[in-house]
């Protein structure tokens, strides 16, 4: 599966993006997502992830009730609306799936298919 992240950017803090992951292939549906996320000097931390319907999801603690994870597997697309973001969510974000990891698996080098990664940038 390849997989195309979009929709970073340079954002004041408290505002708003959404990223999207698109995912090439008909099987999008039989994996779980994830979204990732590295810092600058820091390791790529696990951020969020949604099983292959969209029935369970998972966050790190520093995100819970600021984003929300999605999917709309008519369109191979998995979502990560970011709302009241900070100054320390400034990150590379990159989606990942591995249809043989758990769906809320958190080590990142346990992963076989990454996107290319999006740039967000929360000013203060």
């Known amino acids: 599966v390849q997989l195309q992240a979009s929709g970073g950017g340079l954002v004041q803090a408290g505002g708003s993006l959404r990223l999207s992951c698109a995912a090439s292939?008909?099987?999008?549906?039989?994996?779980?997502m994830n979204w990732f996320r590295q810092a600058p000097g820091k390791e790529r931390e696990f951020v969020a992830a949604i099983t292959m319907r969209g029935v369970s999801a998972w966050y790190i603690d520093s995100v819970k009730g600021r984003f929300t994870i999605s999917r709309d597997n008519a369109k191979n697309t998995v979502y990560l609306q970011m709302n009241s973001l900070k100054p320390e969510d400034t990150a590379v974000y990159y989606c990942a799936t591995d249809r043989t990891l758990h769906a809320a698996n958190c080590r990142a080098f346990e992963y076989d298919y990454w996107g290319q990664g999006t740039q967000v940038t929360v000013s203060s």
């Open positions: 292939g008909r099987t999008f549906s039989s994996y779980a």
